[in-house]
């Protein structure tokens, strides 16, 4: 047992102040502790140690021109951090907050997530600590186009594909896109996430969120119950959180509450198609606050980021969309105690692990991350392969695909629960523990490398 312990502790020492990323680590450590306990092979090959080593980590220097002609310095990164399911498969996150620590807990958790989806692919994440929020098109484009000048040698499309995260759009992908067209002369799939009528899947925008909300209802189904009439609460406004409440609309589901990084909108009335629609171009159109959409709806209030937050509105389930350790365990305690039944997380390591801990011990029904949200990866793995087909599937396709993927997923937990005798419904150890030994076998059975 000690010497279990000292695998963790020496990670943590090995890795100093990245705090998110030992987070991720614990987490998933906590979880396989009762698996290597049994399996001397994992602890002897060291496993675990060598899934929290990244093969590789690039840092780089971009410089790009602003509209005034300043020169601008920023930190590209990638993260390759598994391969042994597949070539290396993440997003880029442009947000100012973004360092290694950060790059790090998301490229880890990923190749969990990878592992659940059933399709060939490893793990990676990167991105650059730039904010394209205030930023011209212009400033965007060439600030994407000098990012690529350096990180087109370490990626390629039977290599490590990049997709979208917080800050990186279809704009972005575009702009990344073309400029690695135009250094290799070749069209490759290199990114997904691209715009449908170059080479772009369907369904790629819609499939984190749908495929969270197809998740929820699974684990509903569960416990014979469903989405319709459910009271919800989705954070962020972006491109996960937009999908889900879409999704919860056609489950009959009533979203009163969402939110982005300047505060939250309450509506008791309900989101509605209508509504959704104009969220839409306020975010992706106008890049505005939320404030604004408030502005048009009587029914709805904003409030300014402050001592109150979305989580303080009474809600039968939660999706939180935004960002990491968005969710705490003050707040976890004011959901349970307003009736909270169902927790599924569309962002990346939104709870901290005491909010975890209390959902867990307290019966709602968690989801994390690494299950709930993979059909974004789920749907670009399937771009990958429509790319190296040089076809396009059709959105009703994509559909049923997503749909069965995230079935799937839920099945492979439930089977995980059982063969480990975990506790009814615990899909956090099952999730973590169910991908562990996949990647697991599969580095042990490349060897030692
Ligand atoms: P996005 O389109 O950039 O949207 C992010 C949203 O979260 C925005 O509304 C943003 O507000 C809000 N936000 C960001 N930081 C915040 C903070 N500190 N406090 C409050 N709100 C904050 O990004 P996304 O693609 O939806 O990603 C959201 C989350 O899902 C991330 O954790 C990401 O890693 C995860 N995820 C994404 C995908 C995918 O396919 N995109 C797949 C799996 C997981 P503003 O609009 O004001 O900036």
Not at 131 to 144: I, L, Y
Not at 193 to 211: F, M, V
Not at 254 to 280: C, I, R, W
Request: aromatic letters at 10%; hydrophobic letters at 35%.
């Amino acid at each position: 047992m000690a010497a279990l312990n000292n695998i963790l502790k020496s990670i943590t020492q090995k890795n100093p102040h990245e705090a998110e990323y030992h987070q991720a680590v614990e987490e998933v450590f906590e979880s396989i502790l009762p698996v290597l306990k049994k399996n001397k092979t994992f602890v002897d090959e060291k496993l675990f140690e060598r899934i929290c080593e990244p093969e590789r980590v690039i840092s780089f220097r971009v410089c790009w021109t602003d509209d005034q002609g300043k020169v601008q310095v920023n930190k590209g990164f990638r993260v390759q951090m598994n391969s042994a399911l597949g070539p290396y498969k993440g997003g880029l996150r442009f947000h100012p907050s973004v360092n290694q620590s950060i790059l790090k807990f998301l490229a880890f958790e990923q190749i969990f997530k990878n592992a659940l989806t059933g399709l060939p692919l490893g793990a990676g994440k990167g991105g650059a600590d730039f904010d394209p929020k205030g930023k011209s098109d212009g400033e965007v484009m060439r600030f994407c186009q000098a990012w690529m000048m350096e990180a087109y040698r370490h990626i390629g499309h039977y290599t490590d594909i990049p997709a979208g995260d917080i800050g990186v759009g279809e704009r972005e992908i575009g702009y990344l896109f073309g400029t690695y067209k135009k250094i290799q002369n070749e069209f490759q799939g290199v990114l997904t996430g691209k715009g449908t009528d170059w080479g772009g899947s369907y369904l790629r925008p819609e499939a984190t969120g749908y495929g969270l909300i197809h998740f929820a209802h699974f684990m509903l189904t569960e416990v014979d119950d469903n989405l319709g009439n459910k009271t919800c609460l989705v954070s962020g406004a972006g491109n996960v959180s937009q999908f889900a409440m879409e999704k919860l609309l056609q489950e009959g589901a009533k979203v009163v509450a969402f939110s982005d990084s300047t505060g939250f909108v309450h509506d008791p009335e309900g989101m509605t198609e209508e509504k959704l629609s104009h969220l839409k171009t306020v975010k992706n159109g106008e890049r505005k606050s939320i404030s604004a959409f408030a502005d048009k709806y009587a029914s709805a209030t904003f409030t300014t980021k402050g001592s109150k937050n979305i989580w303080s509105i009474p809600a039968d389930c939660a999706f939180p969309c935004a960002t990491q350790n968005e969710l705490e365990l003050a707040d976890a305690k004011i959901l349970r105690k307003n009736g909270l039944m169902l927790l599924a997380e569309g962002a990346n390591m939104p709870c901290t692990p005491e909010a975890i801990n209390y959902f867990q011990e307290s019966k709602v029904l968690y989801g994390p991350g690494k299950a709930s949200n993979a059909g974004g990866v789920a749907v670009s793995g399937l771009e990958m392969t429509q790319n190296r087909m040089g076809r396009y599937w059709a959105k009703i396709d994509l559909e049923k695909e997503l749909r069965a993927i995230m079935k799937n997923i839920h099945e492979k937990c439930l089977e995980t629960i059982d063969k480990h005798h975990l506790e009814e419904q615990d899909y956090l150890n099952a999730a973590n523990i169910g991908a562990f030994e996949k990647v697991a076998k599969a580095m042990l059975a490349q060897g030692t490398v």
